[in-house]
């Protein structure tokens, strides 16, 4: 290749790299090589035993990649090459039949079609979430708006908002609908200043009817950007546009945005997306392998990478992606022996590092969860039902649920010889809360991450999470 296409072609593998996720590009994306760049068009080669994979899963991320580099006419093509990888010369063969052909045109306002609420997994971490941006797609300008989700990375507030412009671009009549995140916002609206393009920035912003804008705590300490975002926010707020806004945080604690930006998002309707309990995991897990068509023995697999990956469903289908990887490529059989193998590295149940904890234990949790609500463990465990102690008991029940091994009724024996269906209570009520109360979000939010694998160990002034 000439040195301009290498150029192209390290350009494009930036945008893969932003695209999926880093365990994803590593096994299916990184072996892949360019053959050939011809204005829009580029040819790849992968390895034999990759390529159909590739060519089926990855096509529409290839093309739009591509076409983030050259334009929104850009075409991919990917044929085989040999298993060693190494690279046949470009004239060597023709593309096979039934090649991978893309579309020749960028999705529409950049969103992801395969991100749709069919395919969106309810729990009761995100029933609030999904019932909220339903309401929002099917009455864009009238239902909330803005409409702000909030929640740690990797828990779905980005298929809600692909899920919301591909309603409205269905179903909405003809509306206009434009994805973006923070970042691209940002880098347009640094190019536009550069070329004297602002009209045409405006415009493409301003002339829309839903709006979705990923990734808002991003705007801190951007002064100029956040000074555009705030007049594009107030110009489609005044005409009766709809806004849907993401962040890692809530609109209060974004402390480096300007006070009039944090109240307009807070102006809408707030809600939040925990991470996925057990069961959401599993279901997205089943999900993903009946689209897949990965033929399992049994559940072993699925509970495995469940319980191994318990925070992040983008982290939770990158292993079990790695996995399968794995077994094809090896030729071993897809068991949990294998799936533990393979997620030893990344997500490691032994073996913690000194000073640090070990999967948590019923009474860690109460203790833990005790401090951080200013209570003593035997106010916590207590018969009273008075309100300032039933509510950090459930949150102890519903951590202990999430992040022990214990049956339900072992927890309720832990928790004052209470039965299994109280258990079962507090952590259904637990997970309501979560999705309606930011406060109550927050303070599990803190507490998880005080549990997680790793962490450092509860200490004596676990209290001061109520106000850090």
Aim: charged share 25%; glycine share 8%; aromatic share 6%.
């Amino acid at each position: 290749m000439t040195p301009d296409a290498e150029h192209i072609w390290k350009a494009i593998q930036d945008e893969l790299r932003q695209a999926v996720p880093a365990d994803m590009y590593d096994i299916w994306l990184a072996p892949l090589r360019a053959v050939e760049v011809d204005g829009g068009a580029v040819l790849l080669e992968a390895p034999r035993e990759l390529r159909d994979w590739v060519a089926e899963r990855f096509a529409r991320v290839l093309q739009a990649s591509a076409a983030a580099v050259l334009g929104p006419h850009a075409t991919v093509d990917v044929r085989s090459g040999a298993s060693t990888g190494r690279r046949p010369r470009a004239s060597a063969a023709a593309p096979p039949p039934g090649g991978a052909d893309v579309a020749d045109a960028e999705p529409p306002g950049g969103l992801n079609p395969k991100f749709t609420f069919e395919h969106f997994v309810i729990g009761d971490a995100n029933r609030f979430a999904h019932a909220a941006a339903l309401a929002v797609s099917e009455l864009p300008g009238h239902a909330y708006n803005p409409l702000f989700v909030y929640g740690p990375p990797g828990v779905g507030k980005t298929h809600l908002l692909h899920s919301i412009g591909n309603y409205v671009l269905t179903s909405g009549g003809g509306l206009t609908v434009r994805y973006t995140t923070v970042e691209t916002f940002t880098n347009e609206f640094l190019a536009a200043l550069q070329r004297g393009h602002m009209d045409r920035f405006k415009g493409r912003y301003r002339r829309t009817d839903v709006l979705l804008i990923d990734d808002v705590q991003f705007l801190a300490s951007k002064v100029k950007t956040e000074e555009e975002f705030f007049h594009t926010f107030n110009a489609l707020h005044d005409m009766g546009s709809q806004l849907v806004l993401t962040s890692d945080r809530l609109p209060r604690d974004l402390e480096a945005l300007e006070d009039r930006l944090r109240e307009r998002f807070e102006a809408g309707l707030v809600t939040a997306i925990a991470p996925p309990d057990l069961a959401t995991r599993l279901t997205v897990l089943r999900k993903r392998i009946q689209h897949d068509r990965v033929h399992l023995p049994d559940d072993d697999v699925l509970l495995l990478l469940a319980e191994r990956v318990p925070h992040n469903i983008r982290a939770l289908e990158g292993a079990l992606i790695r996995v399968v990887a794995f077994a094809s490529l090896t030729g071993r059989a897809l068991a949990a022996d294998l799936a533990a193998e393979v997620l030893d590295d990344l997500y490691p149940t032994a073996g913690v590092a000194a000073g640090t904890s070990a999967r948590p234990t019923v009474e860690g949790i109460q203790e833990l969860t005790a401090a951080a609500f200013g209570l003593t463990c035997e106010e916590l465990l207590s018969a009273s039902r008075e309100a300032r102690l039933a509510w950090p008991r459930q949150v102890a029940m519903y951590l202990s649920r999430e992040h022990t091994d214990e049956s339900l009724p072992a927890i309720g024996r832990s928790f004052g010889g209470r039965n299994h269906t109280t258990v079962m209570h507090a952590c259904r009520r637990t997970a309501e809360r979560l999705a309606s109360d930011p406060d109550a979000f927050d303070i599990v939010r803190r507490l998880t991450e005080r549990l997680a694998p790793g962490a450092q160990a509860p200490a004596r002034d676990a209290g001061s999470l109520r106000h850090d």
